[in-house]
């Protein structure tokens, strides 16, 4: 089973939780055993598995982020603004993919693991593709 999952993001470096928006997908494809992939197809977005129970903690590690890379006007990309380089960079270093096992019809995460979506370069509609795989 295939989806896409849509995520609004607000203006500048934003993470959200959409934890529950997968597994809205994993339940609906009635899988009870198997693999959920989740896709950033985007060059200033990324996905990655953390905690989301404290809520300062994605404001913790949009500013690492931030702090690691920041924006600046000495990029090589000449054909993009100095954010929209550093975003690149951004969502190369967190990565595109997530991959999750599913049991039980669920994901397979920790008691705090969330998916969260990272966007640096906000407001948008994003996308997430989701597939997954029986077995």
Known sequence: MYQTVSVETPNGDSLTNITDQV????????????????VVPHTTAAITINSYVDPA???DLVDEV????????????????????AAHIKASL??????VLIENGDLVLGHSQGLLFF??????????MVKIIEG
């Open 57 to 59: 903690t994605p404001q």
């Open 66 to 85: 931030r702090r690691l890379v920041p924006t600046r006007t000495d990029f090589h990309h000449i054909f993009d603004t100095p954010s929209d380089a």
């Open 23 to 38: 597994r809205a997908v994993v339940k609906a494809s009635g899988v009870q055993s198997g693999i959920c992939f989740c």
């Open 94 to 99: 967190i990565g595109n993919t997530e991959t």
């Open 119 to 128: 966007d640096f370069a906000g407001p948008r509609t994003r996308r997430v």
